[in-house]
């Protein structure tokens, strides 16, 4: 009797680990790697919208401590925490004004989170860097470091 | 090949002192080898920290040069000038910056600057005023080169070199201005050296920056200019293609205090190896005494002994020892010794005894004589010299055979011998005379002569009477082949010391009376003065000369 007592324990026990894992592999899983209805580019591809709109609008997701490790020349700072509509709206001159956003990288999150704000806001022509400031850095593209 | 020889001591102390040598060579050329393993060790390992640092120190540098070309690009008049295409104000921006340049002056060393167009093409440059770079153009031509080749979005990649001009080393930086969209390239040309000093600091070690022609770009103040009690590490440092050494960093490490320690270590080994060595000698020597030496020392001293007389041989020795091998030497020599003892004896009974009738010799009867001569003198004892001499032997001889005649002689020098007191010969040892001493003597001197000693007598009388006892117990016939035969002896009879001092005037004048007893018909006779020698003795011995 003691004996079956202890198998269930142990079955208890491995279900609430497995179930715990399944919890932080469900947490990676939120990493977000796409968003419908935004153009998703690279390193290069920021490149070559910079050039393809010579009016881009590159807004810096990040908050301002990470900011002063460095940044994309000529992008503007609004920190997803202070992204809405209002905010939005003061930097960005029409709803289909070509806008890319980035942060410091893929883990980072704040990016995907402001596109999507933006999204609600109804901008149409948004960009989204998901490798943010770490892979241009690593790619030796220029940053201001003030 | 001929060795010298040696005491096993001796050369017991040689091997050990050999291989303690041996060792103790070892020990010395193993902490030069170890030395130098050390020492190649931590020249490689700080060339190699060279190395990591200066890759370190040229990442920083290249960092702090795209700093110092944001500062520029960014300024409103460097850009609004780009944009107006204005050389004028970019080549004023440009010398502004080696005017300013003192506020960096501790961590850049600017040597040019360049503005490019999009394609790369120089619009205007500026130089400091120290610079060893002629022209206007850039330090290191492939940059431009390898920039132009780029396409699309790597335009706008930041690209930097480290090359040779002329024999110094640049490092030269290609930066875009404009934003993302390039409206041109500013080239920063910077002096790589001032960079790595840091090195020095981080490290604390002395270092010198040289050319690829040994001259000293760079040198701490404690790089020592003899640098024999340290080392020194060298690191070359690369031009960006790989083609030529661009600059050597080297680094100086003072050993001396670690050759110092070694040697203390090493003088400490060789000290306690001295003293093992010492201990060692000291045991294996006792060991040695107890099981090896003593007993050979025992050994020798009896063979020395022997050597002087041989009358010790058969008895044993006694050396006992731990070593199986020394204690069969030990037994062997005492068997040897008991079987030489006895062969000894019988070859000195063989010499001194007269094989047909087994009385003793002449040898020995000349031995025993001079024995008793030494013995007695000045002692006021006295010995008699009896020579007897069987009358008419040859006639037996001649009418019986010589078989005849030796059983005669048997028979006459036994019942001869049952009147002495004469020792046995029968023994299996030889007759020495120890064992004769003071007793009766017969001899066969040889033919049908005899001669018997009789030492120690009081008086005259006691002579006589032997002689007298010798004649009767001989005149008794003796039956040989059925036929009795008579045989007479003549006796005479010399005393020691009153008829002379030495063997052969005693034999002489036993001699002279023998024969005085043969012509006279007397069966022995006492020598006198009166009987003197008036024929010549048939002994040859008993020549004067020989006195």
């Known amino acids: 009797m003691c004996h079956i007592r202890h198998n269930l324990l142990r079955l208890i026990i491995l279900f609430v680990l497995s179930s715990g894992g399944l919890a932080i592999a469900g947490e990676e899983e939120k990493i977000v790697k796409h968003i419908p209805g935004v153009n998703k580019v690279d390193a290069e591809g920021v490149i070559d919208l910079a050039g393809k709109f010579p009016g881009l609008l590159i807004i810096d997701s990040r908050i301002v401590s990470d900011r002063a490790q460095g940044y994309i020349e000529g992008s503007r700072s609004l920190p997803d925490i202070d992204t809405d509509c209002e905010n939005l709206a ?57 | ?142 940059l431009a080169h390898e920039a132009a080749l780029r396409q699309g979005a790597k335009r706008l990649k930041i690209i930097s070199k480290l090359c040779n001009n002329n024999g110094m080393p640049y490092f030269s930086l290609l930066l875009p201005v404009g934003g993302l969209v390039p409206k041109g390239y500013l080239e920063i040309i910077t002096s790589p050296t001032l960079s790595l000093k840091p090195i020095e600091n981080d490290l604390a070690i002395p270092l010198c920056i040289r050319l690829p022609d040994e001259e000293i770009l760079y040198s701490s103040n404690q790089w020592p200019d003899n640098r024999e009690n340290g080392l ?10 790989g083609s030529n050494t661009a600059l050597f960093i080297e680094a100086y490490e003072d050993t001396q205090e670690m050759s110092a320690e070694l040697v203390r270590t090493r003088n400490t080994l060789l000290l306690s190896s ?44 006694h050396a006992p020892s731990n070593i199986i091998e020394v204690n069969q030497l030990v037994d062997d020599f005492n068997k040897m010794s008991a079987e030489l003892h006895d062969l000894y004896g019988r070859l000195e009974r063989m010499a001194y005894t007269d094989s047909m009738t087994r009385l003793p010799n002449r040898g020995l009867f000349n031995d025993y004589v001079d024995h008793l001569l030494a013995k007695y003198n000045d002692t006021g004892q006295h010995f008699a010299l009896l020579l007897i001499d069987l009358d008419e032997f040859k006639q037996v001889n001649d009418e019986y055979g010589h078989e005849a005649g030796d059983m005669l002689l048997c028979e006459t020098a036994s019942r001869m011998n049952s009147v002495l007191r004469t020792p046995s010969m029968s023994g299996q040892n030889g007759f020495s005379l120890a064992e004769i001493a003071d007793r009766d003597l017969l001899v066969r001197l ?87 020698d008036n024929r010549t003795s048939a002994h040859p011995e008993t020549s004067p000369t020989q006195d």
């Open chain 1, 90 to 146: 003061r930097i960005i001159p029409d709803m289909d004004h070509p806008t890319l956003f980035y942060c410091n990288g893929p883990e980072c999150g704040r990016s995907a989170r402001a596109v999507k704000i933006a999204m609600g806001c109804g901008y149409s022509n948004l960009h989204w860097f998901f490798g943010g400031f770490e892979e241009w850095q690593e790619k030796n593209y220029p940053y201001i470091k003030k």
């Open chain 2, 1 to 142: 090949m001929q060795f010298t020889r040696l005491s096993i001591k001796t050369s017991l102390v040689l091997t050990i002192l050999l291989v303690g040598l041996l060792g103790l060579g070892l020990a010395l050329t193993s902490t030069t080898v170890y030395r130098d393993v050390i020492l190649d060790y931590k020249r490689q390992s700080l060339s190699e920290l060279l190395a990591v640092k200066t890759a370190d120190q040229l990442d920083k540098l290249e960092e702090q040069a795209m700093e110092m070309g944001n500062s520029l690009k960014t300024s409103p008049r460097f850009r609004e000038a780009l944009d107006r295409q204005d050389t004028a104000t970019l080549s004023a921006a440009l010398r502004q910056q080696f005017h300013q340049y003192f506020v960096t002056a501790h961590v850049l060393r600017l040597e040019r600057l360049i503005v490019r167009s999009t394609d790369y093409e120089l619009i205007t440059s500026a130089s400091s005023r120290k610079t060893a770079l002629t022209g206007d153009g850039s330090a290191c031509p492939s």
């Open chain 2, 232 to 241: 020194t590490a060298r690191y070359a440092l690369s031009t960006s293609d």
């Open chain 2, 274 to 317: 001295a003293i093992l060595i010492a201990l060692v000698i000291f045991f294996a020597l006792a060991l040695l005494r107890r099981t090896l030496v003593r007993p050979l020392e025992i050994l020798n001293h009896k063979l020395q002994l022997l050597h002087n007389d041989n009358s010790s041989l058969g008895e044993p020795i």
């Open chain 2, 446 to 532: 040889g033919g049908d002569e005899f001669a018997a000693i009789i030492p120690a007598f009081d008086n005259s009388q006691q002579v006589e009477e032997v002689a007298r006892k010798l004649a009767e117990i001989t005149r008794q016939p003796v039956q040989l082949y059925n036929t009795p035969l008579t045989i007479h002896l003549s006796i005479g009879i010399a005393l020691y010391p009153a008829d002379g001092s030495g063997r052969t005037s005693l034999l002489r004048h036993a001699d002279s009376a023998m024969y005085h007893a043969k012509n006279h018909g007397r069966d022995y006779c006492f020598y006198d003065h009166t009987m003197n």
